[in-house]
């Protein structure tokens, strides 16, 4: 009987040379599945079902597409599309592709006279500061050109990404959702080497 060898196996842990456990390719392969096609399907889908909705939008994306022709995207192609990409970038604001995200308190913090001891896991609600009327007008409108170069909202957003994981340095505040009593302001810093960690200041 054969065996069929598979690039995947070969494959080494460039810190130690060793090859991965079975476990660390599932879990690599777990994560390529979601966070690689789920985060990207839900983005295109939601940004083509609002173009659908808005045909003014519409007709301003649809230029930079016929300008491309036929042939596939480039990198350098986006410089020349800003009017999609400030589709995408209101998409991703509107309907994150993962909604919140963990952290682990690295050192005992205190949060609006809450304490929170270290190693106690957190959750940042992205979808909740990315409808947070203190840091957008009109949040649940969907407007691509507040992403235009100049409009006043992209400044209060300061560091916040536009995605599902939080990833490099990272100043985020919380707002009270409707209907909810509490409120969470932290100012955290992630990396994208340990996402899972924040350490507040």
Not at 79 to 102: D, F, K, N, W, Y
Not at 131 to 153: I, V
Not at 154 to 165: A, F, N
């Amino acid at each position: 009987m054969a065996v069929h060898a598979d690039r995947i196996s070969e494959l080494t842990d460039p810190a130690t040379g060793k090859p991965f456990t079975d476990k660390e390719i599932r879990d690599d392969l777990f994560a390529f599945l979601f966070a690689g096609h789920d985060t990207t399907a839900t983005t295109l889908t939601y940004s083509l079902w609002q173009l659908g909705r808005n045909p003014g939008i519409q007709e301003r994306v649809a230029p930079e597409a016929v300008d491309l022709g036929d042939r596939p995207l480039r990198a350098n192609d986006i410089e020349h599309l800003p009017c999609t990409v400030q589709v995408i970038h209101e998409s991703l604001r509107m309907c994150p592709p993962g909604a919140t995200t963990g952290r682990m308190a690295m050192q005992d913090v205190e949060v609006d006279g809450y304490r929170i001891p270290a190693g106690t896991n957190t959750v940042v609600g992205i979808y909740a500061f990315h409808h947070d009327p203190a840091l957008w007008d009109e949040p649940e409108k969907f407007d691509p050109e507040r992403f235009a170069p100049g409009r006043s909202e992209i400044g209060r957003v300061g560091s916040i990404r536009l995605s599902g994981v939080a990833h490099g340095p990272v100043s985020a505040t919380v707002s009270p959702c409707s209907k909810q009593h509490s409120v969470l302001r932290a100012s955290c810093e992630s990396s994208a080497c340990n996402p899972s960690t924040t350490s507040f200041r």
